[in-house]
């Protein structure tokens, strides 16, 4: 079993920064590929980022690529994700999420542990 738990949403203005955080636990995490997705209202959900946690490999969105950073930090067992430059529609409710996954996958049903979110507001 693993537990996720996201931190550091909020309201911040266009051109602004965020950082996410999601802590992960459990016995297993480390094994697995770990990611973010986002869901804005009316909106399914939408694939952000992943990273291997042994390796460090990621993999990006094309809307993100160049202002967004995927990374995780051993010591605190926690996945960070840092958001710059952000648009309003970036505005979505962000969530992380685990799984035993032999790729990057950009699939929401490949992940097998998901945190409850946290919401990030961008205004205009």
């Known amino acids: 079993q693993v537990q996720l738990v996201e931190s550091g949403g909020g309201l911040v203005q266009a051109g602004g920064s965020l950082r996410l955080s999601c802590a992960a636990s459990?016995?297993?995490?480390?094994?697995?590929?770990m990611g973010w997705f986002r869901q804005a209202p009316g909106k399914e959900r939408e694939f952000v980022t992943a990273?291997?946690?042994?390796?460090?490999?990621?993999r990006y969105a094309d809307s993100v690529k160049g202002r967004f950073t995927i990374s995780r930090d051993n010591a605190k067992n926690t996945m960070l994700l840092q958001m710059n430059s952000l648009k309003p529609e970036d505005t979505a409710v962000y969530y992380c999420?685990?799984?035993?996954?032999?790729?990057?996958?950009?699939?929401?049903?490949?992940?097998?542990?998901w945190g409850q979110g946290t919401q990030v507001t961008v205004s205009s």
């Open positions: 459990g016995r297993t995490f480390r094994w697995y590929v």
């Open positions: 990273i291997r946690w042994t390796t460090g490999s990621t």
């Open positions: 999420a685990a799984g035993p996954l032999s790729a990057l996958s950009g699939n929401s049903e490949s992940y097998d542990y």
